[in-house]
């Protein structure tokens, strides 16, 4: 879903015949998928022995806050190894996959605008949220409104967690890295069962100036919408790979307030888009500031980042997000988080005041709460580059 190297709108939503094939086979096959990837592991045996997880670094957080630029930042770094746009569809065996695409001839191609003509260009090798498909396999629920999504320190499933553990050493063995990068947005609700799972984990959480951040939401569904009403398979590319933020199958996170997320779905079905969004970003907002203040180990373990100040200050911000996530970062790395890091210049909120009002009046207390008032708003907002 990527386009040309140029963003086309009859093209950028566009989901290939054999991506879609193969995608559907798997859809059908969860069970095939995880006696393949278990059979993967065990003749790798050898391999995956002196292979161990140090130190995972998650980047989590409501869609839209600047996770993928966290992403990229992060991926440059020559000891971590991520999903690429190139793993999908046989995510469950990365490793034959990957053996697989290395001896297949392959059109060259250049960077291509992603689907969501933000100005991001990726390539096949670019990093990828897909973790998704791994979780959506083992827990069913995941993603239906009615059902919380929350996985804390009480949740125990060995089958993942064997299965995940499995995986992640893969992908280091595959890319050479020595710490394992994930982009996820639904990991959000997970923070705690993570940290059980991999008591030295490292969470990178970006949190953007509400009015910014729900004018981007709402361009997002709105482009979304249109692309998969034009490609039907766009839609069903989304739903297998764990993609619900936006788009004709939006669905919220339930974070554990299962009238809140009623009464969020119900606004966005009445079209009251503005305090739905608002809504949202307070109850996935209020989630995280609930958890860090009441787990001790994860405040520790979490980095909040406020986009606006990351790209006031990139180079200074990105010091600090490496040296939380312990990764060494040299000089020309920093340099390039400077050069590559700017406030977005393809939109501007357009609100009216009683929209502002309402923005404001669900989301100023959770701002406060997570002590960002200052660092989301200082200097005017997004204006520092656009």
Wanted: hydrophobic residues 40%; contains cysteine; neutral net charge.
């Amino acid at each position: 879903m990527n386009g040309t190297a140029q963003s086309n709108p009859d093209t950028d939503f566009q989901v290939d015949p054999w991506t879609h094939f193969l995608g559907g086979l798997l859809e059908l096959s969860p069970g095939l998928c995880r006696m393949l990837g278990n059979l993967e592991t065990r003749l790798l045996a050898d391999a995956l022995d002196d292979i161990r997880i140090v130190s995972p670094v998650y980047i989590t957080g409501l869609a839209r806050s600047g996770s993928t630029l966290l992403l990229e930042m992060l991926d440059w770094h020559p000891d971590t190894a991520s999903h690429r746009y190139r793993d999908f569809p046989m995510l469950h065996t990365p490793y034959w996959w990957s053996r697989f695409l290395d001896y297949t001839p392959r059109a060259d191609s250049g960077p291509a605008e992603r689907a969501h003509r933000d100005g991001i260009q990726v390539t096949p090798e670019s990093p990828e949220a897909f973790e998704e498909v791994l979780w959506m396999k083992h827990f069913p629920d995941l993603h239906r409104a009615s059902v919380s999504s929350v996985l804390d320190g009480d949740t125990s499933n060995p089958d993942f967690e064997a299965f995940y553990r499995d995986h992640i050493r893969k992908l280091l063995l595959i890319r050479q890295g020595r710490r394992y990068l994930s982009k996820a947005n639904y990991n959000i609700t997970r923070l705690e069962y993570l940290l059980k799972i991999f008591p030295d984990a490292r969470f990178v959480v970006p949190v953007r100036n509400p009015v910014w951040h729900i004018a981007s939401l709402m361009k997002q569904h709105r482009l979304f919408c249109a692309g998969q009403k034009d490609n039907p398979r766009a839609l069903k590319h989304l739903q297998r790979v764990g993609h619900f933020e936006f788009g004709l199958d939006r669905r919220p996170i339930n974070t554990g307030d299962a009238r809140e997320t009623r009464m969020i779905a119900v606004l966005w079905k009445q079209g009251k888009e503005v305090e739905a969004w608002a809504r949202y970003w307070n109850s996935i907002h209020g989630f995280l500031a609930e958890r860090l203040e009441r787990n001790e180990r994860l405040r520790e373990a979490a980095l909040v980042v406020p986009f606006e100040e990351l790209c006031r200050r990139p180079r200074g911000k990105a010091a600090a997000i490496f040296e939380h996530c312990r990764l060494p970062a040299s000089d020309s790395l920093l340099e390039r988080c400077r050069e590559r890091i700017r406030f977005p210049a393809y939109y501007r909120p357009n609100f009216t005041y009683q929209e502002l009002t309402t923005i404001e009046s669900f989301t100023a207390p959770t701002l406060a709460r997570l002590g960002l008032v200052e660092a989301v708003t200082a200097g005017g907002g997004e204006t520092g580059n656009g």
